[in-house]
């Protein structure tokens, strides 16, 4: 317990050093036209992020994207449609800072049992997979590919 409490106050910039891979172009064409985010879906999507989350190693607050959106969503549309016109989500989309907390009404604190991880994922991360699961829910809508309950 104690050496995950001492490596969760270890500085981040004192971990291990990572060099980002180079970015290869497919061979052939991996997306369809019509794949490219919308600048009205991606701030719909930036609309709806849920207000006071805590932000990941990125440090963007969804407070900031909510409130920035009509500046930002074209500049996030670009980095959107490259992602998913290469095929290619970020490394850095794919960092996240593990929080411990408490499990409430516990007796013994002591015990490892007592809490529990969370994942604090990068913002941007969060909403590129929240705009591909609309677009996969809303075609599998379309399509008919879910089974009427």
Request: charged letters at 25%; hydrophobic letters at 40%.
């Given at each position: 317990?104690?050496?995950?409490?001492?490596?969760?106050?270890?500085?981040?910039?004192?971990?291990?050093?990572?060099?980002?891979?180079?970015?290869?172009?497919?061979?052939?064409?991996?997306?369809?036209?019509?794949?490219?985010?919308?600048?009205?879906?991606?701030?719909?999507v930036?609309?709806?992020?849920?207000?006071?989350?805590?932000?990941g190693?990125?440090?963007?607050?969804?407070?900031?994207?909510?409130?920035?959106?009509?500046q930002?969503?074209?500049?996030?549309?670009?980095?959107?449609n490259?992602?998913?016109?290469?095929?290619?989500?970020?490394?850095?989309?794919?960092?996240?800072?593990?929080?411990?907390?408490?499990?409430?009404?516990?007796?013994?604190?002591?015990?490892?049992?007592?809490?529990?991880?969370?994942?604090?994922?990068?913002?941007?991360?969060?909403?590129?997979?929240?705009?591909?699961?609309?677009?996969?829910?809303?075609?599998?809508?379309?399509?008919?590919?879910?089974?009427?309950?």
């Open positions: 317990m104690w050496k995950l409490a001492k490596w969760a106050r270890q500085d981040p910039t004192q971990g291990p050093s990572f060099s980002i891979p180079a970015l290869q172009s497919p061979s052939g064409p991996v997306s369809d036209p019509e794949a490219k985010a919308r600048l009205l879906a991606i701030t719909a930036l609309r709806k992020l849920p207000a006071k989350k805590a932000p190693p990125d440090g963007i607050p969804n407070e900031l994207l909510k409130k920035c959106r009509d930002l969503a074209p500049a996030v549309t670009a980095i959107f490259a992602c998913l016109q290469t095929g290619y989500y970020p490394i850095a989309f794919k960092q996240s800072t593990t929080v411990v907390l408490r499990k409430p009404q516990k007796e013994d604190y002591t015990q490892v049992k007592s809490y529990r991880p969370i994942a604090l994922l990068n913002t941007l991360g969060k909403a590129l997979e929240k705009l591909v699961a609309t677009r996969l829910s809303e075609a599998a809508e379309e399509h008919s590919l879910l089974p009427d309950t």
